[in-house]
């Protein structure tokens, strides 16, 4: 383990950069394109997270396009922790890899809405309160088939749980701030909510390519 200060600003921007380059790895884009030869940013709601991939090509695919993204982020995490164990430096990581993913230094800083990144990096820094912000959204998810309005919920919720079981505030900086990128990244779907024509879950299906 490296005797690092946690202010250490060349530890922290690494960190951010580490944390960063992982988040950034568009799992769907590169999943849909092996798989099946398309671009899913063209297809659905054009964007390359989980659902639009269900919707798409459905559940198996995008199995595998949640597993990656949440992979992706607590990879990073890991390493930062089995390299320093410093709260801070973890959460910048964390908040690298998260931005990462909304901002990908793949596709030009453009990426996915940061749910499923999101969720396993709050499984592997604050499992209680990823365990509510779960709950929350298959609660909202299997009552009303709202995506979108069950991940905005249950991001809200991860902040408000990291609050309630006490954990580092270093921590609870990530979540309040991922919070508030996850609801500013569903303004579309908040716009369709409230006017009610957001499209509700449903799996689609595509022929994997020859």
Do not use: Q
């Not at 396993?120 to 299997?142: D, H, Q, R, S, Y």
């Not at 609050?163 to 569903?186: D, E, G, T």
């Amino acid at each position: 383990m490296l005797t690092v200060c946690d202010t250490d600003i060349y530890a922290i921007v690494l960190c951010f950069i580490a944390g960063h380059l992982c988040g950034s790895v568009p799992s769907g884009l590169w999943l849909c394109k092996a798989l099946y030869g398309i671009d899913i940013r063209s297809v659905g709601s054009r964007n390359i997270g989980t659902t639009n991939v269900f919707r798409t090509a459905g559940p198996l695919p995008a199995a595998l396009v949640l597993f990656c993204d949440i992979a992706k982020g607590v990879i990073a995490v890991a390493a930062v922790r089995w390299l320093f164990a410093a709260p801070v430096l973890e959460a910048v990581c964390a908040l690298g890899a998260f931005l990462g993913h909304n901002f990908s230094a793949f596709l030009g800083l453009k990426g996915g809405k940061g749910v499923a990144t999101g969720v396993g990096l709050l499984l592997f820094l604050m499992p209680k309160a990823a365990a509510v912000a779960v709950a929350v959204w298959l609660a909202l998810v299997l009552t009303t088939r709202y995506v979108s309005l069950g991940s905005i919920i249950a991001g809200c919720a991860a902040p408000a749980a990291a609050w309630y079981f006490s954990y580092p505030p270093p921590y609870l900086a990530f979540a309040f701030f991922a919070a508030f990128i996850v609801v500013l990244r569903h303004k579309a779907n908040i716009e369709r909510l409230l006017a009610g024509s957001e499209p509700k879950i449903k799996a689609g299906h595509l022929e994997k390519k020859s």
